[in-house]
């Protein structure tokens, strides 16, 4: 069986400045276009044989930075979409704690938004995952398989990776422009690298 290759999308203007980021698509800055290069070499030494990217430009524009000739036929795959966060698109947890002292994203959830952003429980992100899980599962008899989206799309995906609740995910911290790879250890799964930056 081939590892489950992770990749948060590089840093955009929005995840610099904290501000949740859903369906808005913000393009890399420079600094995210470099980060997402900088894990060429690492992902290079590796047998990836089928890559699924989230269908926002800076999870798009990570993969072929950071998988080169690899992302060429990447799949989009709309249920690694990012959390849906309703009315807190663009806050920060700063701004929403104002009105919400508190509040606590894994525990709280959204408010509903317009209908571009109406908002989705944890739950719902967990059933996108089961979904996404599901389709590779049968691809990683054939190697290694890239999934390149979002950080809190891809926790939840670790927590369910792991047989945990979706909410599980508030465990793995997990920054802009990283690595981390689940796998398995006597056929059990596991953790087998996370939040790994390119080199410097």
């Given at each position: 069986m081939g590892?489950?290759?992770?990749?948060?999308?590089g840093?955009?203007?929005?995840?610099?400045?904290?501000?949740?980021?859903?369906?808005?698509d913000?393009p890399?800055?420079?600094?995210?276009?470099a980060?997402?290069a900088?894990?060429?070499?690492?992902?290079?030494?590796?047998?990836i044989t089928?890559v699924?990217?989230?269908?926002a430009?800076r999870?798009?524009?990570?993969?072929?930075l950071?998988l080169?000739?690899?992302a060429?036929?990447?799949q989009?795959d709309?249920?690694?979409?990012?959390?849906?966060?309703?009315?807190?698109?663009?806050m920060?947890?700063?701004q929403?704690?104002?009105q919400?002292?508190?509040w606590?994203?894994?525990?709280d959830?959204?408010?509903p938004?317009?209908?571009a952003h109406p908002?989705e429980s944890?739950?719902?992100?967990?059933r996108?995952?089961?979904r996404?899980?599901a389709?590779?599962h049968?691809?990683?008899?054939?190697?290694?398989?890239?999934?390149v989206?979002?950080?809190?799309?891809?926790?939840?995906l670790?927590a369910?990776?792991?047989?945990?609740?979706p909410?599980?995910?508030?465990?793995?911290?997990l920054?802009t422009g990283?690595i981390?790879?689940?796998?398995f250890?006597h056929d059990?799964?596991?953790?087998?690298t996370w939040?790994?930056p390119?080199?410097?």
């Amino acid at each position: 069986m081939g590892d489950l290759i992770l990749l948060r999308h590089g840093e955009t203007e929005w995840s610099l400045a904290g501000k949740h980021t859903g369906r808005t698509d913000i393009p890399l800055t420079a600094v995210g276009e470099a980060a997402a290069a900088a894990l060429a070499p690492l992902l290079a030494k590796l047998d990836i044989t089928a890559v699924l990217t989230s269908p926002a430009e800076r999870a798009v524009r990570t993969a072929g930075l950071a998988l080169g000739p690899a992302a060429a036929g990447a799949q989009q795959d709309p249920d690694l979409w990012e959390w849906d966060y309703g009315g807190y698109e663009g806050m920060t947890t700063a701004q929403i704690q104002e009105q919400h002292p508190g509040w606590y994203l894994w525990r709280d959830g959204v408010i509903p938004g317009d209908a571009a952003h109406p908002g989705e429980s944890v739950e719902s992100v967990g059933r996108r995952t089961d979904r996404v899980l599901a389709r590779v599962h049968p691809l990683l008899a054939d190697g290694d398989v890239a999934l390149v989206a979002h950080g809190h799309v891809l926790r939840v995906l670790t927590a369910r990776w792991l047989r945990l609740a979706p909410s599980g995910g508030r465990m793995f911290r997990l920054d802009t422009g990283t690595i981390s790879t689940l796998g398995f250890e006597h056929d059990e799964p596991v953790i087998l690298t996370w939040n790994v930056p390119g080199p410097r």
